[in-house]
């Protein structure tokens, strides 16, 4: 706006009259200043030199040739510079580093152009936003800013809310026409807003029994200039929709410009109120079809105020004549004699209660065929006098009498089974699984034990110790492995282990089954049985042993009998035999009767010496009368031919039943005869020794 109309609006009256002209009129302009100041200086142009100061404004002039000539401190604080270092400079000196270039360019625009240039414009150095009017005076051109920062935010951020609203938003014309549409009323139309803008609600499509109620309330708000609340209910792709619309008349020079409408989704809403109508339906409904006792009671007498049909049938009795009894204040069933007190103090409770927390009894009634059944009632204030004082209590009534029977089954079998776990010689324990980060089992702790396991591990304290902390035998022993590979693969796992650690060092038959992630683990004593086993096959043994001795004593006692009638029947026969050959005088032809002679003995000689072998093998005296190392010593050196080279190591032999010798011994002789007959060996050798209790015999070719 030009400057005189500037200072008529905000200036003293004297100024009222001061053309742009008189601006004109001054010369020269005078440097480091706004305009002339002290004595000497005109009193029009002191005036307008404070006006101008004091003004909130910025006000610049410049030449048409771009050189300021005049600016107010204001302008002067926008430019960020200081009035001396800036006047009689032209634009591009004038301007600081960093400047809008947009603001630039309209400044520039303005010197050259006839008429008035504006615009908004956003100082950075400032952190301002600039409204710039400018205003042609001939050779000057009159720049004014105007901070319109707050303007332009408070737009911003109705332009941001609007744009960004979930509500749809509308401006209509007095024509009914749409000047405006947000993001949110485009969606809801499906059109670009270009196809919605200057239409009105039959040209967008509107039904007219929307339309009409619609363009209706617009129109009063038109005519009233006052606000305007609209209801709309319609059928969509996704049901039923409701909206709440809120018309605001927006006012330009105190008429009603344009309408305002701000249209909620209040669906949700709706729905809510419709589904807490059919709650309250569903709840009435409900409270008919339970099975419990649900009943509004009065405090202060006790009446019964409201009772569901579904009051006990379990007991036996006429509904109709316990809902009676109820309305009467009577009692239409017994109680327990020991409830009823409770019963009282419960009610009490309630009448006073404070807090509006839920009571619970449990009581039992009976039925009319004698019987009784429990019940667990909860109750709470229901609803208070104006001094906050309890007058009504809900209470709901459950039949629990297969709960409490089954409660004391489920105790019996408890107490029965905590009495077989504390009673039971078997340790039995619940081990809970220790995983590492990973997930590996790296151990077990204790959740329960009895008391045959505290005795077995000496500890009174086993729950939630770790197994390998207390037991770390466990491991090596292969115990430790069994018990993870059960838990991991959730595979019971049963066997027998012995482990000297546990006491005094028994045998123990283990069974793990899996529990969750961990193990149920029982140790059962097998000592008594492997020992009674053990006992059984030491007296097999024994009764093996002497049967084999009374075979070899039998084999034994044969060998002899017929080493001795080998030696003293046939032997003594052929030595007689032998004899008598020798005896004989010659009566043949010499030459013949020598070679008969000699071929004779030659097989005498030599059935002697078979029989004597035979009467060795038979039984070895050697063996009897030296022992077993230095018989099969003999053997050694008895069976060797020269082809073969045997070497024999005997280590010294503890004494041997003579049996157990007979049977080593005739062992050592087939192996030397195999090796000799059918090994076709070269070298062989052999090694008797007694390791560790045992006897051991080894050969090699």
């Known amino acids: 706006m030009p400057l005189a109309r500037l200072l008529r609006r905000g200036c003293p009256t004297g100024f009222l009259t001061l053309m742009p002209g008189r601006l004109r009129e001054r010369r020269p302009m005078l440097p480091a200043g706004t305009l002339p100041t002290g004595p000497a200086a005109p009193t029009g142009h002191l005036l307008l030199s404070e006006t101008l100061s004091a003004m909130p404004w910025g006000v610049l002039a410049f030449g048409r040739e771009g050189v300021l000539r005049q600016l107010n401190p204001y302008a002067a604080r926008l430019l960020g510079r200081p009035a001396a270092e800036v006047l009689g400079q032209p634009l591009a000196q004038v301007v600081p580093p960093g400047f809008p270039p947009a603001l630039l360019a309209a400044l520039h625009e303005a010197l050259a152009a006839p008429g008035s240039v504006g615009g908004e414009f956003y100082l950075p150095a400032c952190q301002q936003w600039l409204e710039m009017t400018t205003h042609p005076a001939g050779a000057e051109v009159l720049v004014y800013w105007q901070d319109i920062t707050q303007v332009v935010t408070k737009r911003q951020q109705y332009h941001a809310l609007a744009e960004n609203s979930p509500d749809a938003l509308a401006r209509w014309d007095t024509d009914l026409r749409l000047r405006y549409a947000n993001p949110a009323l485009e969606a809801q139309a499906g059109q670009p807003l270009a196809a919605l803008l200057g239409k009105t609600l039959p040209e967008l499509g509107v039904p007219a029994a929307l339309a009409g109620p619609y363009a209706a309330a617009v129109q009063r708000v038109f005519g009233t200039g006052q606000p305007q609340l609209h209801f709309t209910a319609f059928s969509g792709p996704q049901g039923e929709q409701y909206y709440q619309t809120r018309l605001v ?121 004698g019987t009784w059944r429990w019940y667990r009632m909860r109750g709470k204030v229901f609803a208070r006098d104006a001094a906050g004082r309890p ?13 409490k029977q089954a409660a004391a089954d489920l105790r019996q079998a408890h107490d029965r089974l905590a009495a077989v776990f504390s009673t039971t010689l078997d340790s039995l324990e619940v081990l809970r699984s220790v995983r590492d980060g990973a997930g590996v089992l790296v151990d077990f702790a204790w959740v329960l034990a009895n008391a045959a396991a505290h005795r077995l591990t000496a500890r009174a304290d086993l729950v939630g110790r770790h197994l390998l902390v207390e037991e770390p035998d466990l491991r090596p022993s292969g115990v430790f492995e069994r018990l993870r590979q059960a838990a991991d693969q959730q ?207 080894r050969a090699q070719d």
């Open 391 to 403: 007058t009504q209590a809900l209470s709901v009534a459950t039949d629990i009498t297969a709960e």
């Open 491 to 697: 595979q019971p796992a049963q066997f027998e282990q012995y482990y000297p650690q546990r006491g005094a060092g028994a045998w123990f038959y283990i069974v793990a089954a899996p529990l969750g992630d961990g193990l149920v683990v029982t140790w059962h004593d097998i000592t008594a049985q492997k020992q009674a086993t053990a006992n059984l096959m030491r007296l097999q043994l024994m009764q093996q042993q002497q049967l084999a001795n009374a075979v070899l004593a039998a084999q034994e006692a044969e060998r002899r009998r017929i080493a001795e009638d080998l030696h003293n029947g046939l032997g003594q026969l052929l030595y007689a035999t032998q004899l008598h050959l020798h005896a004989l005088v010659p009566t043949t032809e010499a030459t013949t009767f020598a070679e008969g002679k000699r071929q004779a003995t030659e097989l005498l000689t030599t059935a002697i010496t078979q029989v004597r072998a035979l009467s060795q093998q038979l039984i070895p005296t050697v063996l009897e009368d030296f022992g077993l190392a230095v018989a099969v010593q003999d053997l050694c050196r008895a069976y060797c031919p020269a082809a073969l080279r045997l070497q024999y190591e005997v280590a010294d032999l503890p004494p041997l039943p003579l049996p157990l010798a007979l049977a080593a011994y005739r062992m050592a002789q087939e192996v030397i005869m195999n090796m000799v007959q059918h090994a076709e060996a070269t070298e062989a050798h052999l090694h008797l020794t007694a390791p560790s209790g045992w006897l051991e015999l």
């Open 249 to 369: 008349p927006e006012l330009h020079d105190g008429q009603v410009h344009t309408v305002l409408a701000i249209a909620h989704n209040v669906t949700e809403l709706k729905q809510a109120e419709l589904a807490a109508a059919a709650q309250a339906h569903f709840s009435a409904q409900l409270a008919t079809a339970l099975p419990d006792r649900i009943m509004v009671r009065e405090l202060a007498t006790g009446q019964v105020q409201y009772v569901n049909r579904a009051v006990l049938p379990e007991l036996g009795y006429d509904p109709d004549q316990v809902l009676a009894a109820h309305g009467r204040g009577e009692k239409p069933f017994p109680g327990w004699p020991s409830d009823e007190a409770a019963l009282a103090t419960y009610w009490a409770a309630l009448a006073i209660d404070p807090t509006d927390e839920l009571l619970v009894i449990e009581h039992r009634l009976r039925a009319l065929d």
